[in-house]
């Protein structure tokens, strides 16, 4: 069982609309917890990065939020526009002074129609 | 600041031939990452070099796959012989430093390399 979880799998919403995508995850604690946006045939780029003590974190129109208790964060996406189309990863590393292993969640593929 | 470098971007090769990505991290970067990512899946690690020395290779194939990075700097990834399943974008990596922890401990990515066997 894949310990970041994400969900829908894709998603279809016309420009202008809001959504969120969520990632369930069983890494507790952790170091931090990042969104990554990957554009088609780009690598990943991170958009927000949380610690495990930290609810909220925005950039632009992109709002990331997490809850500890039940494990849960979400990416919520304002007014969508068509260069939001693309994966948005969410990624998980656990604490450890040495050595960590970054748990990736499978993405979620978001399509912005106009 | 320059990006994470790889090349060659695309690659097209039959099943059994050999391949070799390479990979420049961002100056300074103690960390290297070779990701596998297959369509439609999240990044797969498959090797994590800490300077030029390996940290984590449990997941790489080892009876094709080979990683190095003698210099503590760039990292090349070879594929021999290639499988139909290979078929993926090989993802590098690197962080400033011994992993991903704290506030600015952050995974920046090359454009990847994609690999088409056939």
């Known amino acids: 069982k894949n310990q970041v979880e994400q969900s829908p799998q894709s998603l279809i919403i016309l420009e202008g609309k809001n959504c969120t995508l969520q990632?369930?995850?069983?890494?507790?604690?952790?170091?931090?917890l990042r969104w990554y946006k990957q554009d088609t045939g780009r690598g990943p780029v991170s958009l927000t990065i949380?610690?495990?003590?930290?609810n909220t974190k925005s950039n632009g129109r992109y709002t990331a939020t997490l809850d500890a208790d039940t494990k849960q964060s979400s990416l919520h996406i304002t007014a969508s526009q068509l260069s939001d189309s693309a994966s948005y990863i969410c990624?998980?590393?656990?604490?450890?002074?040495?050595?960590?292993?970054?748990?990736f969640g499978i993405g979620t593929k978001l399509q912005v129609i106009p | 600041e320059a990006g994470v470098a790889q090349s060659p971007r695309y690659k097209i090769i039959e099943k059994r031939q050999s391949v070799a990505f390479w990979c420049n991290p961002i100056?300074?970067?103690?960390?290297l990452y070779w990701y596998q990512q297959i369509l439609g899946q999240g990044p797969k690690l498959l090797i994590q070099?800490?300077?030029?020395?390996?940290?984590?290779d449990s997941q790489l194939p080892k009876d094709r796959f080979s990683a190095e990075r003698l210099k503590g700097v760039d990292s090349t990834l070879k594929i021999q012989p290639a499988k139909l399943e290979d078929s993926a974008v090989y993802l590098c990596?690197?962080?400033?430093?011994?992993?991903?922890?704290?506030?600015?401990?952050?995974?920046?990515f090359g454009e990847g390399s994609r690999l088409t066997v056939l």
């Open positions: 990596a690197s962080s400033p430093r011994g992993g991903t922890s704290g506030l600015t401990g952050e995974l920046f």
């Open positions: 990632c369930n995850y069983t890494v507790s604690p952790f170091s931090n």
């Open positions: 949380m610690t495990f003590s930290e």
């Open positions: 990624v998980v590393t656990p604490p450890s002074r040495g050595y960590q292993k970054v748990t």
């Open positions: 100056s300074g970067h103690a960390t």
């Open positions: 070099f800490q300077n030029n020395g390996v940290v984590d």
